[in-house]
């Protein structure tokens, strides 16, 4: 793994309250660069990869409605977590976070994200 995804994760472990996992995905292939979770029972690989279909299905959306849109990020509220699916500008990679609902700043969540979604371009 490269330096810039260890620090990547590092950060987020450190930075972002309620952290439970966080993985990066390729859009077009379904490949993880990295994923790191700290709950032994939740695998960040196996969510990115059912979320990749919502990035898909989203993205046919937007198309078939002829809307000149990029996905900035999609949230997903579940009853006691927050897992954010973060697309990067050029729209081939997505971070995807899961975070504690009741211990998580989405704002801080989303500010500590973007710092890293410009990254992700130049360096994967």
């Given at each position: 793994m490269s330096d810039f995804l260890q620090n990547f994760q590092n950060d987020l472990r450190e930075n972002v309250n309620g952290f439970i996992a966080v993985s990066v995905t390729e859009i077009q292939t379904g490949m993880s660069y990295c994923s790191l979770s700290?709950?032994?029972?939740?695998?960040?690989?196996?969510?990115?990869?059912?979320?990749?279909?919502?990035?898909?299905?989203?993205?046919?959306?937007?198309?078939?409605?002829?809307?000149?849109?990029?996905?900035?990020d999609i949230l997903i509220t579940l009853t006691d977590q927050l897992h954010i699916i973060d697309v990067s500008e050029d729209g081939n990679y997505f971070i995807y976070l899961a975070v504690d609902a009741k211990k998580a700043n989405l704002g801080l969540t989303r500010a500590t994200l973007s710092k890293f979604k410009k990254d992700i371009i130049t360096k994967l």
């Open positions: 700290l709950d032994p029972n939740f695998d960040p690989e196996l969510a990115s990869a059912y979320n990749l279909e919502v990035v898909k299905a989203k993205q046919n959306a937007i198309k078939a409605l002829g809307l000149e849109q990029k996905i900035n």
